[in-house]
């Protein structure tokens, strides 16, 4: 799936959060989603929310898995293990770089790194597994 395949998935299939995530490149194993930080992303102290964080880099490895596998909808998360490592800056964009490292029949393995823009250092690092249900035949 393409950019444009991936983003309008994301506005028939998920519509209450397509215009949290937009997806801004594709290409083999990799995939790059923007996400527009309002204000409903913060939490006390001037920063943004782990879970939206979470929610992005969850957001973008499944999108990353339906670019390589085509619109199998029903994939699911069996694993995320993410780590915080800097405070983003509020207000601004959070971008997520998600690659796949292993893409089975059953299981695809691959992080995520979430940068806020215009900041070299990543804000976040996550590592996910989906499971892909068996397709029909």
């Given at each position: ?93 959070l971008i ?23 900041m070299d ?17």
């Open positions: 799936m393409d950019v444009e395949a991936l983003n309008a998935l994301m506005r028939s299939e998920f519509s209450q959060v397509a215009n949290d995530f937009i997806v801004q490149s594709v290409a083999p194993m990799e995939a790059v989603v923007r996400m527009p930080v309002a204000e409903e992303h913060l939490r006390p102290g001037g920063t943004i929310s782990g879970p939206t964080m979470f929610a992005l880099a969850d957001v973008s490895m499944y999108l990353v898995v339906l670019a390589m596998i085509g619109p199998v909808t029903l994939a699911v998360t069996t694993n995320c293990s993410i780590d915080f490592m800097r405070k983003p800056t509020a207000g601004v964009d997520a770089s998600a690659r796949i490292h292993k893409l089975g029949r059953s299981l695809a393995v691959g992080d995520v790194l979430i940068h806020s823009e215009g250092a990543p804000v976040a690092r996550a590592s996910l597994t989906y499971a892909i249900p068996p397709r029909s035949t």
